[in-house]
Protein backbone atom coordinates (compact mmCIF):
# COMPACT_ATOMS: atom_id res chain seq x y z
CA UNK A 1 0.00 0.00 0.00
CA UNK A 2 1.35 3.28 -1.14
CA UNK A 3 1.68 5.88 1.80
CA UNK A 4 0.25 9.00 1.46
CA UNK A 5 3.28 11.95 1.05
CA UNK A 6 3.54 13.92 4.57
CA UNK A 7 2.30 17.16 4.31
CA UNK A 8 5.83 19.25 4.92
CA UNK A 9 5.58 21.23 7.99
CA UNK A 10 6.89 25.45 7.67
CA UNK A 11 7.67 27.84 9.90
CA UNK A 12 5.13 30.24 11.45
CA UNK A 13 4.22 33.48 9.42
CA UNK A 14 6.65 36.17 10.62
CA UNK A 15 8.59 33.58 12.72
CA UNK A 16 11.89 33.08 10.53
CA UNK A 17 14.54 31.27 10.93
CA UNK A 18 17.99 33.04 11.20
CA UNK A 19 20.41 30.36 9.67
CA UNK A 20 24.45 30.45 8.63
CA UNK A 21 25.87 32.81 7.76
CA UNK A 22 22.97 35.74 8.54
CA UNK A 23 23.77 34.13 12.23
CA UNK A 24 26.95 34.97 12.16
CA UNK A 25 26.13 38.52 11.75
CA UNK A 26 23.88 38.59 15.05
CA UNK A 27 26.83 37.03 16.86
CA UNK A 28 28.63 39.69 15.60
CA UNK A 29 26.58 42.51 17.06
CA UNK A 30 25.80 40.56 19.87
CA UNK A 31 29.55 40.54 20.87
CA UNK A 32 29.42 44.28 19.94
CA UNK A 33 26.28 44.46 22.76
CA UNK A 34 28.55 42.81 25.35
CA UNK A 35 31.57 44.64 25.08
CA UNK A 36 30.12 47.63 24.85
CA UNK A 37 27.31 46.75 27.88
CA UNK A 38 30.46 45.71 30.05
CA UNK A 39 32.04 49.03 29.98
CA UNK A 40 29.20 50.91 31.35
CA UNK A 41 28.89 48.22 33.65
CA UNK A 42 25.43 47.15 32.70
CA UNK A 43 25.20 43.35 33.88
CA UNK A 44 23.12 40.65 32.00
CA UNK A 45 19.91 39.30 33.07
CA UNK A 46 17.63 36.54 31.60
CA UNK A 47 13.98 36.32 32.19
CA UNK A 48 11.55 33.62 31.27
CA UNK A 49 9.55 34.05 27.49
CA UNK A 50 6.14 33.63 29.38
CA UNK A 51 4.90 35.66 31.80
CA UNK A 52 1.34 35.90 33.88
CA UNK A 53 -1.01 37.61 31.71
CA UNK A 54 -1.62 40.24 34.31
CA UNK A 55 1.67 41.64 34.29
CA UNK A 56 1.37 43.24 30.98
CA UNK A 57 -1.99 43.88 31.79
CA UNK A 58 -1.25 45.99 35.02
CA UNK A 59 2.06 47.03 33.70
CA UNK A 60 1.99 48.16 29.96
CA UNK A 61 -1.48 49.25 30.33
CA UNK A 62 -5.02 48.13 29.33
CA UNK A 63 -5.81 50.27 26.81
CA UNK A 64 -2.53 49.90 24.65
CA UNK A 65 -2.13 48.42 20.92
CA UNK A 66 0.31 45.69 22.46
CA UNK A 67 -2.31 44.69 25.35
CA UNK A 68 -5.41 45.15 22.64
CA UNK A 69 -4.88 43.42 19.99
CA UNK A 70 -1.31 42.10 19.83
CA UNK A 71 -0.03 39.73 22.78
CA UNK A 72 -0.21 35.67 22.25
CA UNK A 73 -2.04 35.15 25.56
CA UNK A 74 -3.26 31.00 26.41
CA UNK A 75 -4.36 29.51 29.17
CA UNK A 76 -2.44 27.19 31.47
CA UNK A 77 -4.31 23.69 30.30
CA UNK A 78 -3.01 22.51 33.90
CA UNK A 79 -3.90 25.44 36.37
CA UNK A 80 -5.85 27.90 34.29
CA UNK A 81 -3.11 30.32 34.86
CA UNK A 82 -3.32 33.19 32.59
CA UNK A 83 -0.28 32.85 30.52
CA UNK A 84 1.40 35.58 27.99
CA UNK A 85 4.48 34.85 25.32
CA UNK A 86 6.23 38.49 26.54
CA UNK A 87 5.46 41.00 24.17
CA UNK A 88 8.48 43.32 25.30
CA UNK A 89 10.88 42.91 28.44
CA UNK A 90 10.88 45.77 30.71
CA UNK A 91 7.99 44.34 32.74
CA UNK A 92 9.47 41.04 33.40
CA UNK A 93 13.07 42.90 34.21
CA UNK A 94 10.86 44.90 36.81
CA UNK A 95 9.15 42.07 38.09
CA UNK A 96 12.29 39.93 38.51
CA UNK A 97 14.58 42.78 40.14
CA UNK A 98 11.12 43.04 42.45
CA UNK A 99 10.36 38.95 43.20
CA UNK A 100 14.09 38.51 43.84
CA UNK A 101 14.55 42.01 46.01
CA UNK A 102 17.88 43.03 44.07
CA UNK A 103 17.27 46.34 44.74
CA UNK A 104 18.08 45.68 48.52
CA UNK A 105 21.58 46.67 48.07
CA UNK A 106 21.11 49.40 45.56
CA UNK A 107 20.57 50.42 42.16
CA UNK A 108 20.76 47.77 39.46
CA UNK A 109 21.94 48.83 35.52
CA UNK A 110 20.63 45.40 33.62
CA UNK A 111 20.68 44.69 29.89
CA UNK A 112 19.34 41.91 28.11
CA UNK A 113 19.13 40.52 24.58
CA UNK A 114 16.06 37.95 23.44
CA UNK A 115 13.03 37.23 21.69
CA UNK A 116 9.97 39.15 22.03
CA UNK A 117 6.47 37.85 20.16
CA UNK A 118 3.59 40.38 19.02
CA UNK A 119 0.54 39.27 16.91
CA UNK A 120 0.74 41.84 13.88
CA UNK A 121 0.51 41.44 10.25
CA UNK A 122 4.26 40.81 9.51
CA UNK A 123 5.75 43.55 6.96
CA UNK A 124 9.82 44.84 6.62
CA UNK A 125 11.59 44.99 10.07
CA UNK A 126 8.53 44.25 11.96
CA UNK A 127 7.86 40.38 12.62
CA UNK A 128 5.81 38.45 15.17
CA UNK A 129 8.62 36.80 16.49
CA UNK A 130 11.48 39.86 16.94
CA UNK A 131 14.39 40.55 19.05
CA UNK A 132 15.16 42.93 21.20
CA UNK A 133 18.08 44.77 23.24
CA UNK A 134 17.21 46.74 26.27
CA UNK A 135 18.73 48.63 29.05
CA UNK A 136 17.13 49.18 32.34
CA UNK A 137 18.81 51.42 35.13
CA UNK A 138 16.70 50.75 38.37
CA UNK A 139 17.08 52.21 41.51
CA UNK A 140 18.50 55.66 40.21
CA UNK A 141 16.76 59.05 39.84
CA UNK A 142 19.37 61.10 38.59
CA UNK A 143 19.00 62.82 35.32
CA UNK A 144 22.75 61.54 34.72
CA UNK A 145 20.90 58.21 34.43
CA UNK A 146 18.57 59.19 31.54
CA UNK A 147 21.65 60.76 29.89
CA UNK A 148 23.75 57.54 30.45
CA UNK A 149 21.76 55.40 28.77
CA UNK A 150 20.88 57.73 25.59
CA UNK A 151 24.88 58.01 25.65
CA UNK A 152 25.23 54.06 25.51
CA UNK A 153 22.67 54.12 22.71
CA UNK A 154 24.81 56.39 20.87
CA UNK A 155 27.81 54.90 21.51
CA UNK A 156 26.40 51.43 20.09
CA UNK A 157 25.49 53.32 16.73
CA UNK A 158 29.22 54.24 16.56
CA UNK A 159 30.45 50.80 17.25
CA UNK A 160 28.30 49.79 14.56
CA UNK A 161 29.24 52.57 12.06
CA UNK A 162 26.01 53.51 11.76
CA UNK A 163 25.01 57.18 10.19
CA UNK A 164 21.90 59.35 9.34
CA UNK A 165 20.46 58.34 13.33
CA UNK A 166 18.44 61.21 14.90
CA UNK A 167 17.43 61.55 18.05
CA UNK A 168 14.48 63.27 19.36
CA UNK A 169 13.58 64.14 23.32
CA UNK A 170 10.47 64.58 25.25
CA UNK A 171 9.47 64.89 29.21
CA UNK A 172 5.93 64.05 29.93
CA UNK A 173 6.42 65.37 33.81
CA UNK A 174 4.79 63.66 36.59
CA UNK A 175 1.15 62.26 36.93
CA UNK A 176 -0.46 65.37 38.21
CA UNK A 177 0.45 67.11 35.25
CA UNK A 178 -0.60 64.33 32.83
CA UNK A 179 -3.72 64.37 34.54
CA UNK A 180 -4.59 67.93 33.71
CA UNK A 181 -3.69 67.79 30.60
CA UNK A 182 -5.66 64.41 29.85
CA UNK A 183 -8.93 66.85 30.93
CA UNK A 184 -7.82 69.55 28.24
CA UNK A 185 -7.47 66.70 25.62
CA UNK A 186 -10.39 64.99 26.40
CA UNK A 187 -12.36 68.42 25.86
CA UNK A 188 -10.29 69.30 22.64
CA UNK A 189 -11.40 66.10 21.07
CA UNK A 190 -14.51 65.95 21.99
CA UNK A 191 -15.35 69.37 20.56
CA UNK A 192 -14.12 67.27 17.21
CA UNK A 193 -15.61 63.99 17.57
CA UNK A 194 -16.57 63.92 14.24
CA UNK A 195 -12.92 64.14 13.03
CA UNK A 196 -11.62 61.13 14.92
CA UNK A 197 -11.12 57.92 13.80
CA UNK A 198 -11.94 54.82 15.46
CA UNK A 199 -9.12 53.85 17.51
CA UNK A 200 -9.11 57.71 18.71
CA UNK A 201 -12.67 57.34 19.94
CA UNK A 202 -12.51 54.44 21.68
CA UNK A 203 -9.41 55.76 23.14
CA UNK A 204 -10.75 59.54 24.21
CA UNK A 205 -11.65 58.41 27.76
CA UNK A 206 -9.79 56.04 28.71
CA UNK A 207 -6.19 56.93 27.13
CA UNK A 208 -6.54 60.35 24.96
CA UNK A 209 -2.52 60.96 25.11
CA UNK A 210 -2.45 57.69 22.96
CA UNK A 211 -4.55 60.11 20.09
CA UNK A 212 -1.19 62.25 20.04
CA UNK A 213 0.96 59.04 18.63
CA UNK A 214 -1.82 58.43 15.84
CA UNK A 215 -0.10 57.54 12.30
CA UNK A 216 -3.62 58.16 10.55
CA UNK A 217 -2.53 61.55 8.05
CA UNK A 218 -6.21 62.42 8.25
CA UNK A 219 -5.50 63.63 12.00
CA UNK A 220 -2.65 65.21 11.92
CA UNK A 221 -3.78 69.26 11.55
CA UNK A 222 -5.95 68.44 14.57
CA UNK A 223 -3.42 66.62 16.65
CA UNK A 224 -1.21 69.72 15.89
CA UNK A 225 -3.84 72.26 17.31
CA UNK A 226 -4.27 69.63 20.34
CA UNK A 227 -3.30 71.16 23.87
CA UNK A 228 0.80 70.73 24.95
CA UNK A 229 1.89 68.76 27.33
CA UNK A 230 4.57 70.30 27.88
CA UNK A 231 2.22 73.35 29.47
CA UNK A 232 1.59 71.05 31.88
CA UNK A 233 5.08 69.87 32.82
CA UNK A 234 5.82 70.61 36.66
CA UNK A 235 8.83 72.42 37.32
CA UNK A 236 10.72 69.95 38.60
CA UNK A 237 10.47 68.18 35.46
CA UNK A 238 11.49 70.46 33.40
CA UNK A 239 14.84 70.74 35.47
CA UNK A 240 15.33 66.81 35.40
CA UNK A 241 14.76 67.16 31.79
CA UNK A 242 17.28 70.32 31.07
CA UNK A 243 19.84 68.55 32.83
CA UNK A 244 19.53 65.65 30.69
CA UNK A 245 19.82 67.86 27.57
CA UNK A 246 23.19 69.68 29.20
CA UNK A 247 24.40 66.39 30.11
CA UNK A 248 24.13 65.18 26.25
CA UNK A 249 25.14 68.83 24.78
CA UNK A 250 28.41 68.35 27.35
CA UNK A 251 29.25 65.17 25.31
CA UNK A 252 28.50 66.38 21.67
CA UNK A 253 25.64 64.29 21.00
CA UNK A 254 22.51 66.03 19.01
CA UNK A 255 18.79 66.22 19.51
CA UNK A 256 16.01 67.62 19.13
CA UNK A 257 12.56 68.23 20.54
CA UNK A 258 9.50 66.60 19.93
CA UNK A 259 6.42 67.61 22.16
CA UNK A 260 4.32 64.77 20.86
CA UNK A 261 6.54 62.00 21.08
CA UNK A 262 4.60 60.04 24.25
CA UNK A 263 5.77 56.49 23.35
CA UNK A 264 3.35 53.86 23.32
CA UNK A 265 3.38 52.29 26.77
CA UNK A 266 1.06 53.95 29.85
CA UNK A 267 4.29 53.21 32.03
CA UNK A 268 6.64 56.27 31.08
CA UNK A 269 7.17 59.53 32.73
CA UNK A 270 9.72 62.33 32.39
CA UNK A 271 12.22 61.87 29.78
CA UNK A 272 11.11 59.67 26.87
CA UNK A 273 13.26 59.73 23.53
CA UNK A 274 13.82 57.49 20.33
CA UNK A 275 16.47 57.19 18.22
CA UNK A 276 15.06 57.58 14.39
CA UNK A 277 16.51 56.93 10.75
CA UNK A 278 14.59 58.00 7.28
CA UNK A 279 15.94 54.89 5.79
CA UNK A 280 14.04 52.26 6.95
CA UNK A 281 9.95 54.01 5.75
CA UNK A 282 7.37 53.88 8.38
CA UNK A 283 9.46 51.52 10.96
CA UNK A 284 12.01 54.13 11.08
CA UNK A 285 12.53 53.64 15.33
CA UNK A 286 15.20 51.72 15.84
CA UNK A 287 15.37 52.56 19.61
CA UNK A 288 12.94 53.75 21.99
CA UNK A 289 12.52 54.19 25.69
CA UNK A 290 12.10 56.89 28.62
CA UNK A 291 11.83 57.36 32.56
CA UNK A 292 9.42 54.87 34.47
CA UNK A 293 9.51 55.69 37.94
CA UNK A 294 5.99 53.86 38.79
CA UNK A 295 6.37 50.68 37.37
CA UNK A 296 7.76 49.09 40.13
CA UNK A 297 5.40 50.07 42.68
CA UNK A 298 2.54 48.95 40.10
CA UNK A 299 4.06 45.24 39.65
CA UNK A 300 4.19 45.24 43.10
CA UNK A 301 7.56 46.37 44.35
CA UNK A 302 8.60 49.24 46.69
CA UNK A 303 8.51 52.31 44.99
CA UNK A 304 11.72 53.00 42.71
CA UNK A 305 12.81 54.78 39.75
CA UNK A 306 13.94 53.24 36.59
CA UNK A 307 15.00 54.23 33.14
CA UNK A 308 15.84 52.68 30.19
CA UNK A 309 15.36 51.57 26.30
CA UNK A 310 14.88 48.88 24.24
CA UNK A 311 16.28 48.26 20.25
CA UNK A 312 14.61 46.02 17.86
CA UNK A 313 17.37 44.20 16.25
CA UNK A 314 15.84 43.03 13.10
CA UNK A 315 15.80 47.02 12.45
CA UNK A 316 19.27 47.37 13.43
CA UNK A 317 20.42 44.84 10.68
CA UNK A 318 18.11 46.49 8.05
CA UNK A 319 19.60 49.86 8.49
CA UNK A 320 23.34 48.26 8.95
CA UNK A 321 22.06 46.21 5.06
CA UNK A 322 21.15 49.93 4.21
CA UNK A 323 24.43 51.41 5.02
CA UNK A 324 26.64 48.28 3.27
CA UNK A 325 27.50 47.53 7.28
CA UNK A 326 28.12 44.56 9.46
CA UNK A 327 28.59 41.77 6.53
CA UNK A 328 31.04 40.05 9.45
CA UNK A 329 31.04 36.70 9.39
CA UNK A 330 32.67 33.96 11.68
CA UNK A 331 35.78 33.34 9.20
CA UNK A 332 37.48 30.27 9.79
CA UNK A 333 41.52 30.31 10.19
CA UNK A 334 42.10 27.01 8.31
CA UNK A 335 40.53 24.00 7.02
CA UNK A 336 42.24 20.40 7.36
CA UNK A 337 42.96 18.75 4.31
CA UNK A 338 43.36 15.15 4.84
CA UNK A 339 43.55 12.54 1.75
CA UNK A 340 43.44 9.69 3.99
CA UNK A 341 41.09 8.74 6.38
CA UNK A 342 44.04 6.26 7.85
CA UNK A 343 45.47 9.19 9.36
CA UNK A 344 42.27 10.56 10.84
CA UNK A 345 43.16 10.29 14.25
CA UNK A 346 46.48 11.53 14.84
CA UNK A 347 45.09 14.40 12.75
CA UNK A 348 42.83 14.96 15.13
CA UNK A 349 44.79 15.62 17.68
CA UNK A 350 46.32 18.32 16.32
CA UNK A 351 43.33 19.82 15.68
CA UNK A 352 42.35 20.04 18.86
CA UNK A 353 45.98 21.12 19.94
CA UNK A 354 45.25 24.19 17.25
CA UNK A 355 41.93 24.76 18.67
CA UNK A 356 43.48 24.71 22.27
CA UNK A 357 44.98 27.91 20.86
CA UNK A 358 41.92 29.63 19.62
CA UNK A 359 42.27 28.95 16.12
CA UNK A 360 39.01 28.04 14.20
CA UNK A 361 39.79 25.30 12.16
CA UNK A 362 36.92 22.73 10.07
CA UNK A 363 38.11 19.25 9.47
CA UNK A 364 37.43 18.01 5.89
CA UNK A 365 34.62 15.36 5.78
CA UNK A 366 32.74 14.28 2.76
CA UNK A 367 28.98 14.24 2.56
CA UNK A 368 28.57 10.82 0.59
CA UNK A 369 30.13 8.06 2.49
CA UNK A 370 30.62 6.18 -0.63
CA UNK A 371 32.95 8.67 -2.00
CA UNK A 372 35.08 8.53 0.64
CA UNK A 373 37.57 11.37 1.64
CA UNK A 374 37.84 13.06 -1.64
CA UNK A 375 40.82 14.15 -4.00
CA UNK A 376 43.08 16.63 -2.61
CA UNK A 377 42.27 19.14 -5.74
CA UNK A 378 38.33 18.40 -4.33
CA UNK A 379 39.66 18.79 -0.85
CA UNK A 380 41.30 21.89 -1.01
CA UNK A 381 38.30 23.49 -3.69
CA UNK A 382 36.26 22.85 -0.30
CA UNK A 383 39.21 24.75 1.84
CA UNK A 384 39.33 27.58 -0.79
CA UNK A 385 34.83 27.75 -0.85
CA UNK A 386 34.79 28.21 3.19
CA UNK A 387 36.71 31.08 3.33
CA UNK A 388 39.13 30.21 5.41
CA UNK A 389 42.47 31.80 5.06
CA UNK A 390 44.86 28.76 4.98
CA UNK A 391 44.70 24.86 4.45
CA UNK A 392 46.48 22.43 6.88
CA UNK A 393 47.48 19.41 4.51
CA UNK A 394 48.22 16.25 6.21
CA UNK A 395 50.00 14.52 3.42
CA UNK A 396 50.87 10.95 3.54
CA UNK A 397 54.56 11.62 2.73
CA UNK A 398 54.89 14.71 5.24
CA UNK A 399 52.80 12.97 7.90
CA UNK A 400 55.74 10.42 8.30
CA UNK A 401 58.35 13.14 8.88
CA UNK A 402 56.23 14.54 11.39
CA UNK A 403 54.81 17.29 9.53
CA UNK A 404 52.26 18.68 7.94
CA UNK A 405 51.78 21.41 5.09
CA UNK A 406 50.07 25.19 6.04
CA UNK A 407 49.22 26.46 2.54
CA UNK A 408 47.77 30.10 2.24
CA UNK A 409 44.30 30.84 0.73
CA UNK A 410 43.76 34.40 0.84
CA UNK A 411 46.73 36.76 1.42
CA UNK A 412 49.91 35.54 -0.09
CA UNK A 413 47.49 32.89 -1.78
CA UNK A 414 49.87 29.39 -3.00
CA UNK A 415 52.50 30.17 -0.37
CA UNK A 416 53.22 27.04 1.77
CA UNK A 417 55.38 26.28 4.66
CA UNK A 418 56.02 22.71 6.08
CA UNK A 419 55.67 22.42 10.29
CA UNK A 420 56.07 20.31 13.08
CA UNK A 421 52.94 18.16 14.24
CA UNK A 422 54.70 18.06 17.73
CA UNK A 423 55.05 22.27 17.61
CA UNK A 424 51.28 22.98 16.72
CA UNK A 425 50.66 25.40 20.07
CA UNK A 426 53.93 27.16 18.28
CA UNK A 427 52.76 28.19 14.79
CA UNK A 428 49.21 28.25 15.98
CA UNK A 429 49.80 31.93 16.62
CA UNK A 430 50.37 32.30 12.58
CA UNK A 431 47.01 30.67 12.08
CA UNK A 432 45.24 33.69 14.00
CA UNK A 433 47.27 36.58 12.69
CA UNK A 434 48.05 35.59 8.80
CA UNK A 435 48.26 32.30 6.44
CA UNK A 436 51.61 33.07 6.51
CA UNK A 437 53.54 34.31 8.89
Not at 16 to 33: C, G, H, M, Q, T
Not at 198 to 224: T, V, Y
Not at 372 to 394: T, Y
Not at 397 to 423: H, N, P, Y
Request: charged fraction near 25%; proline fraction near 4%.
Amino acid sequence: MVQPKKEKITSIKGMNDILPPASARWEWLEEKVRALMARYAYRNIRTPIVENTALFVRGLGEVTDIVEKEMYSFTDRLNGEALTLRPENTAGVVRAVTENSLLRDGGKRLYYMGPMFRHERPQRGRYRQFHQIGAEALGFPGAEIDAELILLAHSLWQELGLANIRLELNTLGEPAGRSAHRVALIGYFEAHIDSLDEDSRRRLHQNPLRILDSKNPSMQSLIEGAPQLRNYVDAESLKHFDRVTQILDANGVPWSFNPRLVRGLDYYNRTVFEFITSELGSQGTICGGGRYDYLVEEIGGKPAPAVGWAIGAERVFELLHQQALGSETCQLDAYAVLPDEQLLPEASVVLEQLRRCGVRVQMHSPTNAAEGMGSMKSQLRRADASGARAAIIFGTDEFARGTCIVKSLRDGAGEQREERLQDAARWASGLLTSAIS
